[in-house]
């Protein structure tokens, strides 16, 4: 083992090892708690790990690598999965060159504070060349893709290289023993599923074309009990946006994250000297659900527009009017909501060519003449001198039969046969892999944002892709629409360097750092409804940071569930998010009017520390005790935390704590939230005496300066009581150190 590399990277109290076993096919060896090892020790564990091999059983016992191969005698599922006309299927790879930060890396051990490691690894008899790439970022998060380019001569392209799967694997601790995932639906989003791991594949797969409604968004995996602050856990995402894999998988003595790009049959085949590369795969090792959570949050931060600005509190008119568009009412909506507070305006679906309802207009992006024979520069003029920025929906990748475009390029549809595939909310899908196609949008898209003075477009995505192929040859398209659209979106941002989009696909079917990587924010849901909403927020949020999430306060009624809530029940869950309305405010009365502004002003208020602060929660275990959601800022000077109260309980109170606060200090409480939490006798007194959470200068802040003060040690690992008598409320908590403490 003399020319054993190894590579040590750290970064925010994580360690990754990385050594070339299996004669050179990198292997992460360690990926957790920063190890702190001289070079020798590091290297006498990776031989201590080394077994000699069984009677019986291989020779030479595998050591599941990063990208594990069958060839070696690896019996889980191969990184690669791969043939050409039925040979070079089992391929063996060997070690070309091994870079950290693009630096030769030579024998012995070698450390770094982060950096990006690239293995070149080939196989000269299926003549495949596999580069492999794994990061890890100044968050401490890792991030892994692999390639493969087809080396044969020119003379074999009558026979391409066909790839079934490319995933990586990022070895777990067989400690750990639970996963925790995500399934949903329409209108329900990451609901929690969590359970034993036991030995084979804990699979989920996303063959929608899109993330997808259901998509599990990440998988968690952790020490029995793991919780938002307890436990070690490792976090699995992909970054793509199309059809994908995350896998849990157990063998012998092993487990690991496994994800990957889901491929469809015959989707990439590669000529001579073509390449093919996966998505990044990310992991997130942490303390606590939260621990991880932060890594991917920051990483988020670093890169998003949304961190660029405080984030304006916005008014969508969905669910306002939906489709039913009237230049005056609009404007009616912009003028009270200006008067609340807000400070961008969204005109959602139904502003386009013949766009009555979701049956038709998909596909023509210029204002109905009919509703707007001026075009929409007239509302976002006025919305713009109301104080607001102009937003406008769109929904790009889609088309209508019923459109002018599908009449004059039927041939633009996506379809894997001469039928159009199953209407899906009456639309079909644009091939954007099309040059024609792609340029046409961008067009259309370009000429939108300069000719209204657009800001934000919300791109929504409203329907899984069914037998989408090519439409001239029928061969798989969504690997290819999924890049496209990148693309799309890439050359859009170039253009409009200020411009923010938020991604939306029926609600928060399109939610993954592949989109993340090129959008601003998202719609976690379609459901405002608070009780829903809370845990859509809680889970939506392992992986993307509060202000990137759109939260609205819409209707007493819920649209999706038909539940009715108070206004401040829906305001409070609303608040630790990118504040938003969703509402027909015109008929509101005064007080809902002082509510709903009073809630903007404490937004405005307190927007930078929802924006830059960690996340933490509690209670999401039990569902008998209050949930929390919180951010405590990263000095720890100043926090906030939304409790909300559960369905119904066997008890009156329950203690809560507050995660995060640090214990050597005191602060001083303010407390808003529902008007009633229960008869007054069953409110404690630190709720009932505490003054309300301050708004802009809206005279309730000056009472701020008078609410209890309590040790940080005491609300962080004691508690105090919660009231549990009614269902269905909420108070945001607000937080603040007393100076000198
Ligand atoms: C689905 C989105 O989730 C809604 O917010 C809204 O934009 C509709 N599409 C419009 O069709």
């Given at each position: 083992m003399d020319s054993m590399r190894v590579i040590h990277l750290s970064a925010e109290g994580v360690s990754v090892v990385i050594a070339t076993t299996n004669d050179g096919m990198p292997e992460i060896v360690h990926w957790g708690a920063a190890v702190t090892s001289a070079e020798p020790d590091l290297l006498t564990f990776v031989e201590a790990e080394n077994?000699?091999?069984?009677?019986?059983?291989?020779?030479?016992?595998?050591?599941?690598?990063?990208?594990?191969?069958?060839?070696?005698?690896?019996?889980?599922?191969?990184?690669?999965?791969?043939?050409?006309?039925?040979?070079?299927?089992?391929?063996?790879f060997a070690l070309r060159s091994l870079a950290l930060d693009g630096e030769e890396v030579g024998a012995g051990v070698t450390y770094a504070d982060g950096g990006r490691v690239s293995a070149v690894l080939h196989d000269a008899y299926a003549e495949i060349e596999l580069g492999l790439e794994i990061d890890l970022t100044s968050d401490g998060l890792i991030r892994a893709r692999a390639r493969v380019r087809n080396t044969a001569d020119a003379d074999m392209a009558a026979v391409p290289l066909e790839i079934h799967a490319l995933a990586v694997a990022l070895p777990i601790p067989t400690w750990a023993q639970e996963v925790l995932d995500f399934t949903g639906r329409w209108g329900h989003e990451r609901i929690p599923q969590r359970h034993p791991i036991v030995r084979g594949d804990h699979s989920r797969i996303s063959r929608r074309g899109r993330t997808g409604l259901d998509a599990t968004l990440v998988q968690a995996v952790g020490t029995p009990g793991f919780s938002a602050s307890t436990g070690e856990v490792w976090i699995g995402h992909v970054g793509f946006s199309g059809n994908h894999e995350h896998t849990i998988e157990r063998t012998d003595g092993r487990l690991h994250f496994r994800g990957g790009e889901s491929l469809l049959p015959?989707?990439?085949?590669?000529?001579?000297?073509?390449?093919?590369?996966?998505?990044?795969?990310?992991?997130?090792?942490?303390?606590?659900?939260?621990?991880?959570?932060?890594?991917?949050?920051?990483?988020?931060?670093?890169?998003?527009?949304?961190?660029?600005?405080?984030?304006?509190?916005?008014?969508?008119?969905?669910?306002?009017?939906?489709?039913?568009?009237?230049?005056?009412?609009?404007?009616?909506?912009?003028?009270?909501?200006?008067?609340?507070?807000?400070?961008?305006?969204?005109?959602?679906?139904?502003?386009?060519?013949?766009?009555?309802?979701?049956?038709?207009?998909?596909?023509?992006?210029?204002?109905?003449?009919?509703?707007?024979?001026?075009?929409?520069r007239p509302l976002a003029d006025e919305v713009r001198a109301l104080g607001m920025e102009f937003g406008l929906w769109v929904e790009p990748e889609m088309i209508n039969e019923d459109s002018d475009l599908a009449r004059e390029h039927p041939e633009w549809i996506l379809r894997a046969g001469p039928e159009l595939p199953p209407r899906y909310r009456f639309q079909q899908v644009l091939d954007l892999t099309q040059p024609g196609a792609f340029d046409h949008i961008l067009a259309a898209l370009d000429g939108l944002i300069d000719d209204i003075g657009v800001?934000?477009?919300?791109?929504?995505?409203?329907?899984?892709?069914?037998?989408?192929?090519?439409?001239?040859?029928?061969?798989?398209?969504?690997?290819?629409?999924?890049?496209?659209?990148?693309?799309?979106?890439?050359?859009?941002?170039?253009?409009?360097?200020?411009?923010?989009?938020?991604?939306?696909?029926?609600?928060?079917?399109?939610?993954?750092?592949?989109?993340?990587?090129?959008?601003?924010?998202?719609h976690p849901s379609d459901s405002h409804d608070p009780h829903d909403r809370f845990g859509i927020l809680r889970w939506t949020g392992l992986l993307v940071?509060?202000?990137?999430?759109?939260?609205?306060?819409?209707?007493?009624?819920?649209?999706?569930?038909?539940?009715?809530?108070?206004?401040?029940?829906?305001?409070?869950?609303?608040?630790?998010?990118?504040?938003?309305?969703?509402?027909?405010?015109?008929?509101?009365?005064?007080?809902?009017?002082?509510?709903?502004?009073?809630?903007?002003?404490r937004y405005r208020r307190h927007r930078e520390l929802i924006a830059t602060g960690r996340t933490v929660g509690a209670g999401e275990l039990d569902a008998t005790s209050p949930q929390v959601r919180?951010?405590?800022?990263?000095?720890?000077?100043?926090?906030?935390?939304?409790?909300?109260?559960?369905?119904?309980?066997?008890?009156?109170?329950?203690?809560?704590?507050?995660?995060?606060?640090?214990?050597?200090?005191?602060?001083?409480?303010?407390?808003?939230?529902?008007?009633?939490?229960?008869?007054?006798?069953?409110?404690?007194?630190?709720?009932?005496?505490?003054?309300?959470?301050?708004?802009?200068?809206?005279?309730d802040g000056e009472r701020e300066g008078r609410g209890p003060v309590i040790a940080g040690a005491v609300l962080a690992r004691v508690g105090l009581d919660f009231p549990t008598f009614h269902p269905d409320r909420a108070a945001v908590v607000h937080l603040a150190a007393v100076v000198g403490s």
């Open positions: 077994r000699t091999g069984m009677v019986g059983d291989s020779d030479v016992p595998y050591r599941a690598s990063m990208l594990p191969e069958h060839s070696r005698g690896w019996f889980g599922a191969p990184g690669l999965s791969a043939h050409r006309g039925g040979s070079g299927w089992a391929p063996r015959g989707e990439i085949r590669l000529a001579p000297g073509e390449e093919y590369s996966g998505p990044w795969v990310f992991g997130s090792y942490g303390f606590g659900l939260d621990g991880a959570a932060a890594r991917f949050h920051s990483y988020l931060r670093k890169r998003s527009r949304s961190s660029r600005r405080p984030r304006p509190v916005t008014m969508n008119v969905w669910e306002a009017v939906y489709f039913d568009h009237d230049h005056r009412v609009l404007v009616d909506l912009a003028a009270r909501a200006a008067e609340l507070g807000v400070e961008r305006y969204v005109l959602d679906d139904g502003w386009f060519r013949g766009r009555n309802d979701d049956r038709a207009g998909l596909g023509d992006w210029t204002p109905d003449p009919v509703v707007w024979p001026a075009g929409l800001s934000y477009l919300k791109w929504d995505h409203n329907r899984d892709l069914i037998a989408a192929g090519h439409p001239r040859s029928g061969t798989p398209a969504v690997h290819e629409q999924t890049l496209a659209v990148y693309r799309l979106i890439d050359e859009l941002r170039r253009r409009h360097p200020d411009l923010e989009i938020e991604s939306c696909a029926s609600g928060g079917g399109r939610v993954d750092l592949g989109i993340l990587e090129r959008t601003d924010r998202i940071p509060p202000e990137m999430m759109g939260s609205h306060v819409a209707s007493p009624v819920s649209s999706v569930t038909g539940r009715i809530h108070d206004l401040q029940f829906r305001c409070a869950v609303a608040f630790l998010g990118h504040f938003g309305i969703e509402w027909d405010i015109r008929d509101l009365d005064a007080t809902d009017r002082r509510i709903l502004s009073d809630w903007i002003a919180g951010v405590v800022a990263a000095d720890r000077s100043e926090a906030l935390f939304t409790i909300v109260t559960p369905t119904t309980s066997p008890d009156t109170i329950a203690r809560v704590r507050f995660p995060g606060l640090a214990a050597d200090r005191s602060y001083r409480v303010s407390v808003s939230g529902s008007d009633s939490f229960g008869p007054p006798w069953q409110v404690p007194a630190w709720l009932r005496e505490s003054p309300a959470l301050g708004g802009d200068g809206d005279g």
